[in-house]
């Protein structure tokens, strides 16, 4: 199964005021195995940068003004995405920036229907719990101390570490999972159909007369017993 990760970072919280996607970074999964494939590019906003989002990122006005507008790279970047599952932390946020941009393209939306929220996953599994990409690396032991401010391809890397983690740890491919039941069925089964065993009948476990002869012997021997006294 072909899965992408993604993360965006933005001018702000909502593109419906004017906020722009400045950043994607995009990895592609195959049965939750990172394949190697990624889609990262920054994007001109054609606007400025407010100083509280560029804390956050760390990119600013002037970094972004020799990159490309999204609508030079969307095509490319739907090529990319295909028809996968789309994984995101909080994917509401990501898929409402993402189709914003696709809309000012004149170009069709991402269908939700394919929104993967690790939030909501995180949020099932561990109920009360802090769902932040930190927290929840730090809950599964991942290293994100080279994560100094947010970066769209660099989270998107930690969320696909935590997202196989959310899923059960790494899972074997289905064809394997098919081999696994073969080799069960050929080796556990005739285990289970062997020939019963012969009982045979219980040893005596009653002394002689003659250990009981030697017991009391030895008892007789002991000097200052406690149940004498």
């Known amino acids: 199964m072909r899965e992408i990760v993604f ?6 919280l909502d593109p419906q005021s004017g906020d722009r996607l400045v950043e994607i970074g995009c990895i592609e999964m195959v049965n939750r195995v990172a394949t190697g494939a990624v889609f990262h590019v920054y994007f001109n906003p054609e606007r400025s940068m407010p100083a509280e989002a560029e804390a956050v990122h760390g990119l600013s006005s002037a970094f972004l003004a020799d990159k490309p507008r999204f609508a030079e790279r969307a095509e490319e970047l739907l ?10 932390h909080n994917a509401g946020f990501d898929f409402g920036f993402l189709n914003a941009e696709l809309a000012m393209c004149q170009l069709p939306a991402v269908d939700r229907a394919r929104m993967v929220d690790t939030v909501a996953i995180a949020r099932r ?11 929840l690396c730090s809950r599964y032991g ?19 570490q935590l ?15 098919a ?20 009982h045979r009948p219980a040893r005596p476990h009653a002394p002689s007369a003659q250990e009981i ?11 200052g017993a406690i149940w004498l006294q």
Request: hydrophobic residues 45%.
């Open 125 to 135: 599994k561990h109920p009360g719990a802090k769902l932040s990409l930190d927290a």
């Open 163 to 177: 997202y196989v983690e959310l899923m059960g740890g790494r899972q074997i491919g289905l064809e394997l999972a």
């Open 179 to 198: 081999d696994v039941e073969i080799k069960t069925a050929t080796v556990v089964a005739p285990m289970l159909t062997a020939s019963p065993r012969t």
């Open 79 to 88: 090529a990319f995405l295909g028809d996968a599952p789309l994984v995101a």
């Open 213 to 223: 002869a030697r017991h009391a012997a030895f008892v007789e021997g002991i000097k």
């Open 142 to 160: 991942i290293d994100r101390s080279h994560r100094v401010r947010h970066g769209a391809l660099l989270d998107a890397e930690l969320l696909a």
């Open 7 to 12: 993360d965006t970072e933005t001018t702000g």
